[in-house]
């Protein structure tokens, strides 16, 4: 399958590298009439009751990020967990909440993972990515799914929708990356305008990478004294993967709508720890993704309707050949059938209300003696309302969860149904709505996943499941005006959240397989800034400057007769932030990138021993946008790690040194 979806995908490639020659080749010929640039301005609408970070456009695209986990480190209050290199695993964590408490959204309907909850955003490449944005809690959006309710954060990822100039009834743009880690990585977009209603995008890429990087190990043991200091080489880090996307977007004269088919294939190593001197893994996993979905919204009046449908197929081969362990060669699948209908009618002006239901079923099989087989049923039932008065806005919504499960041969757990309230307020202190308060209360619950309850080798069937609390109280500053400074936002958020029976896996020596635990009760205190501003000192010279920062104290407050009493949850920073400087002056780009994450324990006694130390990287890229007759294309060079800094994310999953990329952008 993987070398079917590489062949499509290079003749894809290579069909559309035809169309951009001819095209160059053509324009000498074609008479042209050249118009003065102009520029069009707007206001963007600044009704955040929820706090949200978003990066869209060329802002998205400037930034050294290969992928939308790499993107979502400078967003703050996160946490992204990555076990290194190309094809390492990546998953990211909202406010110390947990992996399965964050929601990732694409093109409108979430993606799901039964079998581990873990959402691997490495898969997901920024090439055809419009926007993506953090949200706390939920959209202020009354019309959303049920689902969308019940997450203490999501991360929604919008995809690029065609846009056809004047006549034009295509456009095509083609990508070449290469550089470190013998990575190579083609990738192409065709959308075509099919007729006035209806358009169509194509979206195809090929990944390969050895993923052989040097990194230096160097552990100190209690006493102080140097136990290991050596460099080495990244072994079995390879990855071979292709991805294939196809969308269709359509109007009519009540609405929009949209359907999208996608698939990931993928071939990696799994590098594994470095532990008890051993260096290389004989692990290795196969990933085949696939799914289909559809949306559509209708307004009739006061009431508008939006519906979602999605089914999923996750396939996923896991092989341990090494010598010292067990040999494993497990194949799991997983199916997902997913169905949503939203209701929002406005019942006078500044008051709407609405009412959603969702249904999802999951389950999993596997080729290992004993399985469960579970399969599970879920239902989902959200009211909502929102009144916006002059400056004043509140927002309140309730969710009703009702969970079964069902095994085979086997004793399934009790059925699980709760309800969930969330209020959410903010209030404009000055008359131009530059300045806000705001503040919500809510409250969200999961289900262990299968693998937390049923997996033979790590599953735990008393595992309780998760209940959280989260209070929040924030303040917004947002103006944008012509001048030296064209814009100014600032933000500041306090908050509280209490997780009840946390579940907290982390790995035990293999990276496919994990350690669950109930920590039982977690205490979180933080605070969240962020700023951003843009200066135009001159007519064609911008500059951009992007900050965050986050305080976290999130600390295990079960048992005081614990040693662990009191201590920090692992591997969660007190102090991490980023910043970047962005310079653009006509068509040359430059771009600093720099991120901080402070020490954290990598058990839950916060001991010498656990320690694991700060770390920090400098990232930098210049780009050269130009022209070569009507096509556009772009240079970008970048210099990941400039100073080469040595660190773990995940301890003993050394991270690359200074590494390189480069890519050359066609568009026409």
């Keep these: 399958m993987a070398n079917k979806n590489t062949y499509l995908f290079l003749v894809s490639f290579f069909l559309l590298s035809i169309d951009l020659l001819q095209a160059e080749e053509t324009i000498d010929s074609l008479k042209t009439e050249n118009l003065k640039e102009f520029v069009v301005t707007a206001t963007r609408p600044r009704h955040e009751t929820i706090p949200v970070q978003t990066l869209s456009g060329d802002e998205l695209q400037k930034l050294n990020s290969n992928s939308i986990a790499d993107a979502i480190r400078y967003f703050s209050g996160v946490q992204v967990k990555d ?12 406010r110390s909440m947990g992996t399965n408490h964050t929601g990732v959204d694409y093109d409108g309907v979430q993606l799901g993972n039964a079998q581990n909850g873990q959402i691997d955003l490495g898969q997901f490449s920024l090439d055809n990515i419009e926007a993506i944005s953090l949200h706390n809690g939920q959209k202020s959006s009354l019309l959303q799914p049920a689902r969308d309710f019940g997450n203490a954060g999501t991360v929604y990822i919008r995809t690029r929708k065609p846009i056809f100039d004047n006549d034009k009834r295509y456009n095509a743009r083609a990508n070449i990356r290469f550089g470190s880690f013998d990575l190579i990585n083609p990738s192409a977009l065709v959308e075509l305008k099919l007729s006035e209603t209806v358009n169509a995008s194509f979206s195809t890429e090929w990944l390969n990478s050895s993923g052989k990087y ?12 140097i136990a290991y200091d050596t460099t080495a080489v990244r072994e079995n880090g390879d990855i071979n993967a292709t991805r294939v996307e196809l969308n269709l977007n359509g109007n009519m004269s009540f609405g929009t709508w949209t359907a999208k088919a996608y698939n990931y294939n993928s071939e990696r190593g799994v590098p594994g720890a470095i532990v008890n ?6 692990e290795r996993i196969w990933d085949n ?22 089914y999923a197929f996750y396939r996923t081969h896991y092989v ?3 010598d010292k362990q067990i040999k494993v060669d497990n194949l799991y699948r997983q199916h997902e059938f997913y169905f949503s209908t939203a209701n929002q009618f406005d019942i006078i002006k500044g008051w709407s209300a609405s009412a959603s239901y969702d249904f999802l079923w999951n389950t999993l099989d596997a080729d290992v003696y004993g399985f469960a087989r579970p399969d599970r049923y879920t239902n989902l039932l959200s009211l909502a309302t929102a009144i916006n008065i002059s400056r004043f806005s509140l927002t309140a919504s309730g969710l009703l969860t009702f969970v079964h499960d069902k095994l085979q041969g086997q004793k399934a757990p009790g059925n699980k149904h709760v309800f969930t309230p969330a209020v959410y307020t903010s209030y404009y202190l000055l008359r131009d709505k530059s300045l806000s308060v705001r503040a919500f209360y809510k409250r969200s619950f999961r289900m262990p996943t299968f693998n937390d309850l049923y997996y033979a080798d790590m599953g735990n069937s008393q595992l309780d499941p998760e209940r959280a609390t989260q209070y929040n109280l924030g303040v917004l500053y947002d103006k944008s005006r012509r001048g030296l400074v064209s814009a100014l936002r600032f933000s500041a958020d306090v908050y ?29 205190r933080g605070v969240d800034l962020s ?39 692992p591997y969660i920073p007190h102090h991490s932030g980023s910043a970047v400087v962005n310079a653009q002056w006509r068509g040359i780009g430059l771009n600093y990138s720099f991120i901080y994450v402070g020490a954290r324990y990598n058990q839950q006694e916060n001991i010498r021993y656990n320690y694991t130390q700060p770390w920090y990287t400098s990232d930098i890229s210049v780009s050269y946008d130009f022209h070569i007759g009507r096509v556009k294309t772009r240079a970008l060079a970048e210099i990941n790690n400039l100073l080469s800094q040595d660190y773990d994310v995940i301890l003993n999953y050394p991270m690359p040194k200074r590494n390189y990329r480069f890519t050359l952008s066609f568009e026409i």
Excluded: C, H
């Excluded at 552990?219 to 102080?224: I, S």
């Excluded at 001197?277 to 004989?282: A, L």
């Excluded at 993704?289 to 999605?310: A, D, E, L, P």
């Design 320 to 322: 341990n050949n090494d």
């Design 83 to 94: 076990y290194g290199g190309v094809g390492g695993i990546k998953t990211v964590n909202i």
């Design 531 to 569: 700023a951003l501003t843009t200066f135009n000192p001159w007519q064609e010279l911008f500059l951009t400057l992007r900050g965050q920062y986050t305080y976290q104290r999130a600390i295990d407050v079960t048992n005081p007769a614990d040693n662990y009493y009191r201590d920090q949850i």
């Design 277 to 282: 001197n051993v260096w290389r893994r004989g």
């Design 214 to 225: 040097k990194f230096r190990y160097r552990r100190v043991n209690p006493a102080g004294e």
């Design 496 to 524: 509280y959240n209490k997780v009840k029976d946390k579940i907290v896996a982390y790995p035990k020596g293999q990276q496919f397989r994990w350690t669950m635990l109930n920590l039982g009760v977690v205490d979180i």
């Design 289 to 310: 993704n696939s799914f289909i979905q559809g949306s559509s919204t209708m307004s009739f009046g006061r009431w508008t309707t939006m519906q979602n449908v999605k």
